[in-house]
């Protein structure tokens, strides 16, 4: 829809719908010198209307969206910060005339459903979802390429919850709660996981608002790569900083296989834990490997993403993640993501490789991220800048104010 009609449909003006974009609140997909708002920045726009007509600041709504961006209320924690807004909201309101008292029936009510969809986090009322058996043609030992056999299974609406993996010729994979477990090596020192998200939870607003416009354009990107027969299989690895299909599952194929991959078991336990309390039905395959030597078969990926997830690998050893992961992609693979950089005479980078000096030197590099591309002849089908921040907060420890992070999403294409 486009801005003329969402500000007759809202009775709002052009200049009032401008300034929510233009300070982050709204991040319609851009299409040369056009705005065009789809159902989910529709919804933003309903929001924003509803917090205003309770009296909320815009920095405050700001802040509320910033939430909604990061997980869609699906962590009970983000529910809790909402839910702090709104009683913080109520005691502002208690004091002011008898003339307030319907927005306060409002806000009361908005309450008691947040308390009751906090309550719902915590009542282990949900479907743990298990390994689907249509993932099994697509499993393999990594050591000597033969198929595993299964032993000790528990199986749970025809999903594996428990049991081992094992091949002739020694390799064993466990699988416990539903994910799948490789052998795991010694961790790369500050590779931790972060099971508070502090990652995407010490994102300021500006830089969540870049995150919402390269998830909006990475969408657009995969509903229009071309249908095949059967099933795709995506993929998406290093999900412990920050983690794409999370809140962008509603919006993708429910008819494709996903395999999430992350060096932490607990990481994937979090994630798994609050998707399944999401009821999305989708096949995923949770795989904890903190190797890149994966229990799949070789050219079984269709659509592989990566969203920071160069960067995360990068930090604490060498070498490019795509270029590394090659022999699991199709020979016509796509490749989607976002890439971090700063400029190359930036002091972060300098503070990134003391920070972490078994890290590679030419990380948050985008000329030596698109170089390795060519390398390896892949196709750029469509790229774009997303935008420029000089404060990430504290989530990135190495990023000095002051230096410009740049958002870079990206769709290749193996030739």
């Not at 020979?331 to 490789?353: C, E, I, K, N």
């Not at 000096?357 to 750029?380: A, C, R, V």
């Not at 000095?400 to 193996?414: C, K, Q, R, T, V």
Request: aromatic share 12%; with cysteine.
């Amino acid at each position: 829809m486009k801005i003329g009609k969402v500000a007759e449909k809202y009775n709002l003006t052009i200049a009032t719908i401008r300034y929510y974009i233009n300070n982050g609140l709204l991040v319609p997909e851009q299409k040369g010198t056009q705005y065009d708002f789809d159902r989910s920045c529709l919804e933003d726009l309903e929001m924003i209307l509803h917090l205003k007509s309770l009296y909320f600041t815009l920095h405050d709504i700001h802040a509320i969206l910033t939430l909604k961006r990061i997980s869609n209320f699906n962590d009970p924690r983000h529910i809790d910060e909402l839910l702090q807004y709104f009683i913080a909201q109520q005691e502002r309101l208690n004091g002011i005339h008898q003339e307030t008292q319907g927005i306060l029936e409002n806000i009361n009510a908005q309450i008691s459903t947040l308390q009751e969809r906090k309550a719902e986090f915590t009542v282990d009322k949900y479907i743990c979802s298990g390994i689907s058996l249509s993932f099994l043609p697509f499993l393999c030992c990594p050591k000597c390429g033969e198929n595993l056999k299964l032993h000790d299974a528990t199986l749970e609406n025809q999903q594996i919850m428990k049991g081992v993996f094992q091949c002739d010729c020694g390799y064993q994979l466990k699988i416990e709660n539903g994910i799948l477990i490789a052998p795991l090596e010694a961790y790369a020192e500050g590779d931790k996981p972060d099971l508070e998200c502090m990652y995407y939870n010490l994102l300021p607003p500006d830089m969540m608002t870049l995150f919402k416009k390269s998830y909006n354009w990475l969408s657009s990107e995969i509903a229009a790569l071309p249908r095949q027969d059967g099933s795709r299989v995506v993929m998406e690895t290093h999900i412990n900083s920050y983690f794409y299909l999370l809140t962008n599952f509603p919006s993708l194929d429910a008819n494709d296989l996903y395999i999430i991959v992350d060096n932490h078991p607990s990481v994937l336990q979090m994630y798994k834990t609050m998707i399944d309390k999401m009821n999305i039905h989708a096949n995923i395959l949770y795989l904890a490997c903190n190797t890149l030597e994966y229990p799949l078969k070789r050219q079984c990926i269709d659509v592989y993403i990566d969203f920071y997830a160069s960067n995360e690998y990068a930090t604490f050893q060498e070498g490019w993640l795509h270029q590394l992961s090659w022999k699991y992609l199709k020979p016509r693979h796509h490749y989607l993501g976002t890439y971090f950089y700063f400029r190359p005479s930036a002091r972060s980078r300098q503070l990134l490789l003391e920070k972490y000096p078994t890290g590679d030197k030419n990380n948050f590099n985008k000329k030596s991220f698109i170089y390795q591309l060519k390398e390896q002849e892949m196709k750029l089908c469509n790229d774009i800048e997303i935008g420029t921040v000089r404060n990430s907060g504290n989530s990135m420890t190495f990023h000095i104010p002051g230096d410009e992070l740049s958002l870079y999403s990206y769709h290749y294409m193996a030739r």
